[in-house]
């Protein structure tokens, strides 16, 4: 079964940027839709960014439209979250969903990473 791994997350600023790595396993990437959500403890899980199969669409959650980015490379089975003006309210566990609706479906998660940001 394909596994979903981020990566990159960390330490940084108030104003500072960031960027997070999710690859999935198996040559199936080009037919997901890749999401990126946040949870910080005690809370729900928050969608932030997903990006269409081909790349050419992408969508934002209002509370990181304009800072962050989402892109992917399907040659690298990869996708990217940009975190630019990053704020101490963007502190979470960040995780990549890959998921296809039509049949065979998919819907995988990574372990997630973690961003913290403070001065």
């Known amino acids: 079964q394909a596994r979903v791994v981020e990566s990159g997350g960390g330490a940084a600023q108030p104003g500072g940027s960031l960027r997070l790595s999710c690859t999935v396993s198996?040559?199936?990437?080009?037919?997901?839709?890749i999401n990126w959500y946040r949870q910080v403890p005690g809370s729900q899980r928050e969608w932030i960014a997903v990006i269409s199969p081909s790349g050419d669409s992408s969508n934002y959650a209002t509370s990181v439209y304009g800072r962050f980015t989402i892109s992917r490379d399907n040659v690298k089975n990869a996708a990217f979250l940009d975190m630019n003006a990053l704020k101490p309210d963007d502190t979470a566990i960040y995780y990549c969903r890959a998921f296809r609706r039509e049949t065979p479906p998919v819907d995988l998660w990574g372990q997630g990473t973690q961003v913290t940001v403070s001065s």
């Open positions: 198996e040559n199936i990437f080009s037919s997901l839709d």
